[in-house]
C-alpha cells in the first residue's frame, strides 16, 4: 500500500504515557500484576536493575571514548537506565523512579549545550555524546520513551528546558547538521530517522514528525557510494527518511539487504518507531506499509538461525549474536500483538524468557501463561532480496528438525556490510558450522581492539571472495572488490524447490562477478536410505571467454583426519598469494588431487565429515590457515582446504558433503568414521544438461541430472547417458 503524505497540521494533545506505553495499557499492566509470571518476572529483574544504577548515583561524564570506554559505555547505560526507569514510574507508581528520570535528563541539558562534535574524528558523522551520530540515535530512541513515561511528573518549565535546550538540538544534530548520515538509505539512518521520530511523536512537533517519515527537504540524499576520494557521492533525486528505509533495504518477503545482523540491529528502531506510531497516529496504518513487511522480517529473521538461535554470520555479522538480543524480545512482541497473535511466537518468547513490558510484553505472556504456545517451524525457505524481490536472495535448505542447514546466498551486495562473495554457501548440524562463512573481523565494543570498530581486516579479509566458500577467478575478488560494481549487480535464482524432503534443491547464476565468466552453482540436500544423514551435492559450472585459474575454498571447522591424496608441509610458512585475502592465508600444505576423486575427512564436534570431490591430476591441493600478515592477531586462525584448477577455460566442479559418525571420549569409540561414497562422478555434462553419479560403498548407484538452460517445472526433458535413456519434467532428475 502506498502511505498518504503525513498530515502537516499539528498532531493532537494526547495524554502521556502514549508513545509506547499507553494510559489504557498501564492500567491494564497494573491490574494484572502478580497474575502473568513471564511479566512478573521482567518487571522484577528490570526493578533489580535500574534500583542498582540508582544507587551508583547519575554521572552524564564529558564525552571522550570510542566504543568500549568509560564515557561511551556510561552514556551507553544511561540511555538504558532512563528508559527502564521510565516504565518503571509507570506501572509501579512509584515517584523515585520519575525523580531518577528527571534528575538526570537535567543534568543532561546542562551538558548539551557545551558540547561540540565528539573528540574522536574517525566517523563520517560525529555524534556529541558520542563518538558517531549512530550512538546518539540510539540515545535518543530510548530517552524519547523515558521522557514520555515522566512527561506529566515535570513541571512546565522543566519541560521547556529539557526541549529547548537538549531534545530539539538533540534531534537537529543528527539530522539538519548531520545530513550525510540522515538522509540514506541505511540502517545507520533508520535509528536516526526513528529518534527525530519518536521525539517528535511526544513533544506533539509534526515537523520532526514528517522529518523522520520523509527525510530532509531540499537536502541530497546519501548514495552509500563513494568517490574516487573516499567521499561519499550525492544524489538529488533520491529518497529518505524513515519510509525510503522500508522501502528499499526490505524485500517483499522481509529479508533485510544488509544481513540478518543488521536486520537484527535495526529491528528495534524499526519496529518501536512503528509501535509508537500505531499508538499516536494509528490512522498511517504504519503496520501495513508495503503489505505489512515489518512483521513479515520478523517471521525473515527467525528463520536466518540455526538450530541454537544464532544468526547466519551473513555479510558483516558477529557470530553469536541470537534471537536472545534484546531487540528481537522486542520484535517478537510486537510481531505477535500486531500480527495476529501467532502462538509460533509465543514459544520464541518461552525460550527468550523475558517479554517487554508494554501492552505487546504483556499480551505474550498472557499468552504464554493461558498455554498457547506451539512451536516455531523453521522450514525450508527462499527468501528474495531487493526492494521488489528481483535482486537475488538467500535459499536456505533444512532437513530434519534442523539436523542439517545449508545457507546459500546468491544475493545483492548488501550495501555497504555487503561482502564480494556470490553463490557462496555454509553448512551447519545442528548449531554447529560445518563449512563456515568468516562473518566479520571486528570486536565489538572492546576498546582494546581497534576501539571496539572494525578493523582495516575487514576490508582486506572479511569482504574478500576467498574469505568465503565460493570460487575465486585468478586470485581475484569479484567486481575487483569495488563496492560500485558489486552493488550494480546481484545473481539470479534459477530455481528453489523444497517440495520434497527427500531432495530439496536451490540454483542459481552468476554472470558478472568476473565479466566474460559465467557461474551456475547447484545445491541439493539429499536423504537416501543408504546413507546415516542426509548428503550434501555441489555443482559449480563455470564458463569463461578466457583461460582462468579457479580456487574453491572448503573452511572446514576441526580437524584434518585423513586424505586420499599426498601432500607435503612446508618448512617455512609463506603467505598463498599478495592482495585480495590471499595474504591472509598461509599455506600449511600442498599436494597434488587425485585423477578422478580427491577425498578429505575431518572431525569437528565428536562428528565426522568427508569431502569427496572430482579433479584431475592437474588439479593441486591447498591446505591453508588464515592469520598471515596479521601481526596484532585480529583474525582467527581457521583452516581451510582450497582447490585449485589452473589454465581452464570451461570446468564442472562437483562435490558431495558427506556427515557421518560418531566419537565419544568417553568410550573411545569411534562409530561409523569412513565415508560411505565410493566415488562421484561427471557422466556427462554440457550446455544444456550436467548428470552425476554417485556411487555407494555398498555398491548403489544414484543419479542426478540438472537441465542447465531450462528450469521450468512442466518442461519434459530425455537425456541418453552411457546407452541408457532418461525423461523426467522440471530442471532436475534424482534416482
Known amino acids: 500500500m502506498c502511505l498518504a503524505l503525513f498530515i502537516s497540521s499539528s498532531l493532537q494533545a494526547q495524554e502521556h504515557p502514549k508513545l509506547i506505553l499507553t494510559?489504557?495499557?498501564?492500567?491494564?499492566?497494573?491490574?494484572?500484576?502478580?497474575?502473568?509470571?513471564?511479566?512478573?518476572?521482567?518487571?522484577?529483574?528490570?526493578?533489580?536493575?535500574?534500583?542498582?544504577?540508582?544507587?551508583?548515583?547519575?554521572?552524564?561524564?564529558?564525552?571522550?571514548?570510542?566504543?568500549?570506554?568509560?564515557?561511551?559505555?556510561?552514556?551507553?547505560?544511561?540511555?538504558?537506565?532512563?528508559?527502564?526507569?521510565?516504565?518503571?514510574?509507570?506501572?509501579?507508581?512509584?515517584?523515585?523512579?520519575?525523580?531518577?528520570?528527571?534528575?538526570?535528563?537535567?543534568?543532561?541539558?546542562?551538558?548539551?549545550?557545551t558540547l561540540d562534535a565528539h573528540p574522536k574524528t574517525r566517523s563520517y558523522a560525529r555524534g556529541k555524546l558520542f563518538w558517531q551520530c549512530l550512538n546518539d540515535s540510539n540515545w535518543l530512541v530510548y530517552v524519547s520513551q523515558a521522557y514520555d513515561c515522566v512527561y506529566d511528573f515535570l513541571t512546565k518549565k522543566e519541560r521547556k528546558k529539557l526541549e529547548k535546550k537538549l531534545f530539539r538540538p538533540f534531534a537537529d544534530w543528527i539530522s539538519v547538521e548531520n545530513p550525510q548520515f540522515y538522509n540514506r538509505v541505511h540502517n545507520h539512518s533508520t535509528w536516526g530517522n526513528a529518534a527525530v521520530g519518536m521525539i517528535g511523536l511526544v513533544m506533539d512537533d509534526d515537523e520532526l514528525v514528517e522529518?523522520?517519515?520523509?527525510?530532509?527537504?531540499?537536502?541530497?540524499?546519501?548514495?552509500?557510494?563513494?568517490?574516487?576520494?573516499?567521499?561519499?557521492?550525492?544524489?538529488?533525486?533520491?529518497?529518505?527518511?524513515?519510509?525510503?528505509?522500508?522501502?528499499?533495504?526490505?524485500?517483499?518477503?522481509?529479508?533485510?539487504?544488509?544481513?540478518?545482523?543488521?536486520?537484527?540491529?535495526?529491528?528495534?528502531?524499526?519496529?518501536?518507531?512503528?509501535?509508537?506510531?500505531?499508538?499516536?497516529?494509528?490512522?498511517?496504518?504504519?503496520?501495513?506499509?508495503?503489505?505489512?513487511?515489518?512483521?513479515?522480517?520478523?517471521?525473515?529473521?527467525?528463520?536466518?538461525?540455526?538450530?541454537?538461535?544464532?544468526?547466519?554470520?551473513?555479510?558483516d555479522g558477529q557470530k553469536g549474536m541470537s534471537i536472545y538480543t534484546s531487540s528481537l524480545v522486542s520484535a517478537v512482541d510486537i510481531a505477535y500483538h500486531y500480527g495476529g497473535n501467532n502462538p509460533q511466537l509465543l514459544s520464541i518468547a518461552q525460550e527468550q524468557g523475558k517479554v517487554l513490558l508494554d501492552d505487546s510484553g504483556l499480551a505474550v505472556a498472557m499468552g504464554l501463561r493461558d498455554g498457547?504456545?506451539?512451536?516455531?517451524?523453521?522450514?525450508?525457505?527462499?527468501?528474495?532480496?531487493?526492494?521488489?524481490?528481483?535482486?537475488?536472495?538467500v535459499g536456505i535448505l533444512r532437513y530434519g528438525n534442523e539436523d542439517l542447514t545449508l545457507v546459500f546466498k546468491y544475493a545483492a551486495q548488501g550495501l555497504s556490510h555487503g561482502h564480494y562473495d556470490k553463490l557462496s554457501y555454509s553448512f551447519f548440524e545442528r548449531g554447529d558450522e560445518v563449512l563456515q562463512d568468516y562473518g566479520l573481523s571486528r570486536f565489538v565494543n572492546i576498546e582494546q581492539k581497534g576501539g571496539g570498530n572494525y578493523l582495516?581486516?575487514?576490508?582486506?579479509?572479511?569482504?574478500?571472495?576467498?574469505?568465503?566458500?565460493t570460487l575465486v577467478q585468478n586470485e581475484t575478488s569479484h567486481f575487483k572488490g569495488k563496492y560500485e560494481t558489486g552493488s550494480r549487480h546481484h545473481s539470479e535464482l534459477y530455481f528453489f524447490d523444497a517440495s520434497q524432503s527427500e531432495v530439496q534443491v536451490v540454483s542459481a547464476k552468476e554472470r558478472n562477478a568476473y565479466p566474460g565468466t559465467e557461474?551456475?552453482?547447484?545445491?541439493?540436500?539429499?536423504?537416501?536410505?543408504?546413507?546415516?544423514?542426509?548428503?550434501?551435492?555441489?555443482?559449480?559450472?563455470?564458463?569463461?571467454?578466457?583461460?582462468?585459474?579457479?580456487?574453491?575454498?572448503?573452511?572446514?571447522?576441526?580437524?584434518?583426519?585423513?586424505?586420499?591424496?599426498?601432500?607435503?608441509?612446508?618448512?617455512?610458512?609463506?603467505?598463498?598469494?599478495?592482495?585480495?585475502?590471499?595474504?591472509?592465508?598461509?599455506?600449511?600444505?600442498?599436494?597434488?588431487?587425485?585423477?578422478?576423486?580427491?577425498?578429505?575427512?575431518?572431525?569437528?564436534?565428536?562428528?565426522?565429515?568427508?569431502?569427496?570431490?572430482?579433479?584431475?591430476?592437474?588439479?593441486?591441493?591447498?591446505?591453508?590457515?588464515?592469520?598471515?600478515?596479521?601481526?596484532?592477531?585480529?583474525?582467527?586462525?581457521?583452516?581451510?582446504?582450497?582447490?585449485?584448477?589452473?589454465?581452464?577455460?570451461?570446468?564442472?566442479?562437483?562435490?558431495?558433503?558427506?556427515?557421518?559418525?560418531?566419537?565419544?571420549?568417553?568410550?573411545?569409540?569411534?562409530?561409523?568414521?569412513?565415508?560411505?561414497?565410493?566415488?562421484?562422478?561427471?557422466?556427462?555434462?554440457?550446455?544444456?544438461?550436467?548428470?552425476?553419479?554417485?556411487?555407494?560403498?555398498?555398491?548403489?548407484?544414484?543419479?542426478?541430472?540438472?537441465?542447465?538452460?531450462?528450469?521450468?517445472?512442466?518442461?519434459k526433458h530425455k537425456l541418453q547417458i552411457n546407452g541408457n535413456d532418461y525423461s523426467w519434467s522440471g530442471p532436475y532428475y534424482f534416482k
Open 23 to 113: 494510559k489504557a495499557g498501564v492500567e491494564k499492566m497494573r491490574d494484572e500484576l502478580g497474575k502473568v509470571p513471564l511479566f512478573d518476572a521482567s518487571l522484577a529483574e528490570l526493578k533489580k536493575e535500574v534500583d542498582a544504577e540508582i544507587a551508583l548515583g547519575i554521572d552524564t561524564p564529558v564525552p571522550k571514548d570510542y566504543s568500549g570506554g568509560y564515557t561511551h559505555t556510561r552514556h551507553k547505560k544511561n540511555w538504558f537506565a532512563l528508559q527502564k526507569a521510565g516504565v518503571l514510574y509507570q506501572i509501579l507508581d512509584d515517584e523515585k523512579y520519575a525523580i531518577y528520570v528527571r534528575d538526570m535528563l537535567l543534568q543532561y541539558a546542562e551538558l548539551y549545550p
Open 519 to 715: 557461474m551456475h552453482r547447484t545445491m541439493a540436500l539429499i536423504k537416501e536410505d543408504a546413507f546415516e544423514k542426509p548428503l550434501l551435492l555441489d555443482i559449480l559450472k563455470v564458463t569463461s571467454n578466457s583461460s582462468n585459474q579457479y580456487d574453491l575454498p572448503f573452511y572446514f571447522m576441526g580437524q584434518v583426519i585423513q586424505t586420499s591424496f599426498d601432500y607435503e608441509a612446508p618448512k617455512e610458512l609463506h603467505p598463498l598469494g599478495k592482495k585480495h585475502g590471499y595474504q591472509h592465508l598461509w599455506t600449511e600444505g600442498l599436494g597434488n588431487a587425485n585423477e578422478e576423486n580427491s577425498k578429505f575427512s575431518w572431525i569437528n564436534e565428536r562428528r565426522f565429515y568427508t569431502l569427496t570431490t572430482t579433479t584431475t591430476a592437474a588439479d593441486e591441493m591447498h591446505f591453508v590457515r588464515i592469520g598471515a600478515n596479521d601481526p596484532e592477531f585480529n583474525l582467527r586462525r581457521d583452516a581451510g582446504l582450497i582447490l585449485r584448477r589452473k589454465d581452464t577455460q570451461h570446468t564442472t566442479f562437483v562435490s558431495l558433503i558427506e556427515a557421518h559418525g560418531s566419537y565419544s571420549p568417553v568410550s573411545e569409540f569411534a562409530v561409523n568414521s569412513k565415508s560411505s561414497i565410493a566415488a562421484v562422478e561427471k557422466v556427462h555434462d554440457d550446455e544444456d544438461y550436467t548428470a552425476v553419479t554417485i556411487e555407494t560403498s555398498n555398491g548403489g548407484m544414484h543419479l542426478f541430472i540438472l537441465s542447465n538452460k531450462d528450469a521450468n517445472n512442466t518442461s
Open 211 to 315: 522529518r523522520a517519515l520523509y527525510g530532509l527537504k531540499n537536502a541530497p540524499v546519501n548514495t552509500g557510494e563513494k568517490d574516487n576520494d573516499g567521499g561519499f557521492i550525492y544524489s538529488d533525486d533520491g529518497k529518505a527518511g524513515f519510509l525510503a528505509n522500508l522501502d528499499e533495504p526490505f524485500s517483499p518477503d522481509g529479508y533485510y539487504t544488509e544481513g540478518p545482523y543488521y536486520q537484527r540491529y535495526a529491528m528495534y528502531p524499526f519496529l518501536i518507531f512503528a509501535e509508537g506510531l500505531e499508538n499516536v497516529k494509528p490512522d498511517l496504518k504504519i503496520l501495513e506499509y508495503k503489505e505489512g513487511v515489518l512483521l513479515k522480517a520478523v517471521h525473515a529473521l527467525l528463520n536466518l538461525s540455526d538450530a541454537d538461535g544464532e544468526f547466519f554470520p551473513l555479510n
Open 456 to 469: 582495516k581486516q575487514n576490508k582486506t579479509w572479511a569482504k574478500q571472495t576467498i574469505a568465503h566458500n
Open 372 to 393: 498457547k504456545a506451539t512451536p516455531f517451524e523453521k522450514k525450508s525457505i527462499n527468501l528474495s532480496d531487493g526492494p521488489k524481490g528481483k535482486q537475488g536472495g
